[in-house]
């Protein structure tokens, strides 16, 4: 009898921490195979110079479209879990024309990238979605 009065007694559950889930320096950043290395910074670091010049290499030609001058595209971008990159949306930032001339292009370039290996968040250790704004220059 004594037994299951203890038992049935209302104990207080342990309270659990919710996890970290803001961006450490341990944690690995998305990448593209011929990127990998020890060190998570040269990573991504990698990782935006392939994607920053897959870019260039569509939208430079189009620079001539546009008046003489500087202007200044933002292009908010995803990797999921799986690693395939998307397009979120062109930010504020550069011309209507620029904007409705590159986000089809910038979209088409972002789909026949070859699928990268996510981020990965280390202290839970699962892969996680990203999500960043990249700028893009454009001068004539």
Same mark, same amino acid.
């Given at each position: 009898m004594l037994i299951m009065l203890l038992l049935g007694c209302n104990q207080p559950k @342990?309270? &659990?921490?919710? =996890?970290?889930?803001?961006?450490? @320096?341990? *944690?690995? @950043?998305?990448?593209f195979l011929d990127?990998?290395?020890?060190d998570a910074n040269e990573n991504w670091q990698?990782? +935006? &110079?392939?994607?920053?010049?897959q870019?260039? *290499?569509k939208l430079i030609p189009l620079s001539d479209s546009f008046a003489s001058g500087r202007d200044t595209l933002f292009i908010s971008l995803k990797?999921?879990?799986?690693?395939q990159?998307?397009?979120?949306?062109?930010s504020r930032g550069g011309s209507n024309k620029m904007r409705e001339l590159f986000l089809p292009i910038?979209?088409?370039t972002v789909k026949q990238l070859p699928r990268a290996q996510p981020a990965f968040k280390t202290n839970l250790e699962i =892969?996680?979605?990203? +999500?960043w704004t990249l700028p893009v220059c454009v001068s004539k």
């Open positions: @342990p309270q &659990h921490q919710l =996890p970290n889930i803001n961006w450490t @320096p341990l *944690d690995e @950043p998305p990448l990127c990998p290395t020890e990698c990782f +935006s &110079h392939n994607l920053q010049q870019l260039a *290499d990797v999921d879990t799986i690693g990159i998307s397009v979120l949306g062109l910038v979209t088409q =892969p996680v979605e990203v +999500s």
